[in-house]
């Protein structure tokens, strides 16, 4: 049996649209329960449901074999796992943003609040710009608004929550998509199984374009 960690939240239903399409397939009962771990049809695989950034710790720990995830978590997270399949689903963007009109004005280093500290350390100082890294877990489009941050570097789907907060993108530092990823120890011990999933998935991709859940959701 293969245990996948799924990233709970926006990527959860298109993840599991795209599994399910794979032959892994979870019954309506256990998805409607609240159960953070089921079995799917086959028994040939588990699901465990976790928070975004929990996934590569499960994945590189090999309590999960794979898991489905954004590249914006593993861009920063440093958890050594394999990355072999692009899953194209919840397509988005890791984007500066700052106050429609400018960036605040206020004198010295740039604050910068986000939820992705690493990611943001690492475009400033590629460009040499001093900054002060405001470390934030959510809601961080507020951060410009009330005047903690000059701007932020966050996740930018449709643009909705930026427009609505006054916001707008000022640079995109990366694109990101839902990935699988898989335990560097279960792609050799359990290679059978992993090389049908990852086989499976990709024939699924290669068959429809964009792959959306029943509730849509998989972005522009
Ligand atoms: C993400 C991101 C933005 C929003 C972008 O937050 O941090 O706030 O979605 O989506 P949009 O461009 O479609 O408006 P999330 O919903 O994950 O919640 P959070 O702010 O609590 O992290």
């Known amino acids: 049996m293969l245990t996948i960690a799924i990233a709970k939240g926006r990527m959860q239903q298109d993840a599991l649209a795209l599994l399910a399409r794979a032959g892994a397939r979870v019954g309506a009962?256990?998805?409607a329960s609240?159960?953070?771990a089921v079995e799917d049809e086959s028994g040939g695989y588990r699901f465990v449901f976790v928070k975004p950034a929990d996934v590569p710790v499960y994945v590189e720990h090999?309590?999960?074999d794979c898991g489905v995830v954004g590249?914006?978590?593993?861009?920063e997270s440093e958890?050594?796992?394999?990355?072999?399949?692009?899953?194209?689903i919840n397509r988005c963007r890791i984007a500066v943003a700052a106050r429609e009109g400018g960036r605040g004005g206020r004198p010295g280093v740039l604050h910068v609040a986000t939820k992705y500290p690493r990611v943001a350390a690492a475009h400033f100082g590629a460009r040499g710009v001093p900054v002060e890294i405001i470390e934030l877990s959510g809601s961080v489009e507020l951060a410009p608004v009330l005047g903690l941050a000059d701007c932020i570097v966050?996740?930018?789907e449709t643009g909705r929550t930026l427009a609505e907060n006054g916001l707008r993108v000022v640079e995109t530092i990366t694109e990101s998509t839902g990935r699988l990823v898989v335990n560097r120890a279960s792609y050799q011990l359990k290679a059978e199984a992993v090389g049908?999933?990852?086989r499976e998935l990709s024939r699924v991709l290669a068959d429809g374009a964009e792959v959306?859940?029943?509730g849509g959701g998989a972005g522009a």
Do not use: K, M, Y
């Not at 590249?71 to 861009?75: F, G, P, Y």
């Not at 958890?79 to 194209?88: F, G, I, K, Y």
């Open 29 to 31: 009962e256990a998805l």
């Open 34 to 36: 609240r159960r953070l």
């Open 62 to 64: 090999g309590i999960a």
């Open 71 to 75: 590249r914006d978590v593993l861009l």
């Open 79 to 88: 958890a050594d796992v394999l990355q072999p399949l692009d899953l194209r």
């Open 154 to 156: 966050d996740l930018v």
């Open 196 to 198: 049908r999933l990852v």
């Open 212 to 214: 959306t859940g029943a």
